[in-house]
Nanobody, 123 residues
Framework: VQLVESGGGSVQPGGSLTLSCAAS????????IAWFRQAPGKEREGISSLGHDGTPYYKETMKDRLTISIDDDKLVVLLRVSNLQPEDTAVYYC??????????????????WGQGTQVTVSS
């Protein structure tokens, strides 16, 4: 099982990005997939997840700015983040666990991780 994130970069406040998580070695639909982020000096936090049954979950304070989806043709999980602000600057990670995540927002629920992609928001 391998996860590879892409799509990060530098954006101005108010901009948007679509992050991609590509998988090899497993089928997305058998796993729960989540996106986490970690800013310098802060704990890793869960911001969105897609259950193996297709149910989406979002961090309450960000739910209006996030959309998680699967591109079945490209075999990637996408996370679109809109209206980015400087406080969104962080390394963004995707994670996976077979079938169910006990708590979708907890890093401890996942046993497969990508290497992360940097998102920097500044003017």
């Amino acid at each position: 099982v391998q996860l590879v994130e892409s799509g990060g970069g530098s954006v101005q406040p108010g901009g948007s990005l679509t992050l991609s998580c590509a998988a090899s070695g497993f089928t997305f639909h058998d796993y729960s997939i989540a996106w986490f982020r970690q800013a310098p000096g802060k704990e890793r936090e869960g911001i969105s997840s897609l259950g193996h049954d297709g149910t989406p979950y979002y961090k309450e304070t960000m739910k209006d700015r996030l959309t998680i989806s699967i591109d079945d043709d490209k075999l990637v999980v996408l996370l679109r983040v809109s209206n980015l602000q400087p406080e969104d600057t962080a390394v963004y990670y995707c994670a996976a666990v077979w079938r169910y995540a006990l708590f979708w927002y907890s890093p401890r629920s996942y046993n497969h991780w990508g290497q992360g992609t940097q998102v920097t928001v500044s003017s």
